[in-house]
């Protein structure tokens, strides 16, 4: 069975930081490209960066510069280091994984940027 566990969210004033983290079971983790999406009220499901297999990163527009992905295949983790929030990074936060057209998500994790 395939679990995807965030962890790490929680409430932050603007211009602070959190860190999130996925562990992940039941996969191949050093195959899987790895990534962590979000979703605001309202707004669609979008992808915030990208970790593949040989840890070539990809990020959104939004959070380059600000945010880092990194994966840690000895301990089938993916994480996601967010420094400078904004209010607008406010969404649930999504653990992606994905191999060969094989989607997995996580719960999801709330994270909250106040003004």
């Known amino acids: 069975q395939v679990q995807l566990v965030e962890s790490g969210g929680g409430l932050v004033q603007a211009g602070g930081s959190l860190a999130l983290s996925c562990a992940a079971s039941g996969i191949t983790f050093s195959i899987y490209t790895m990534a962590w999406y979000r979703q605001a009220p309202g707004k669609q499901r979008e992808l915030v960066a990208s970790i593949a297999r040989d840890s070539t990163t990809n990020y959104a527009d939004s959070v380059k510069g600000r945010f880092i992905i990194s994966r840690d295949n000895a301990k089938n983790t993916v994480s996601l280091q967010m420094n400078s929030l904004k209010p607008e990074d406010t969404a649930v936060y999504y653990c992606?994984?994905?191999?060969?057209?094989?989607?997995?998500w996580g719960q999801g994790a709330q994270v909250t940027v106040s003004s």
């Open positions: 992606y994984a994905n191999y060969r057209w094989n989607p997995y």
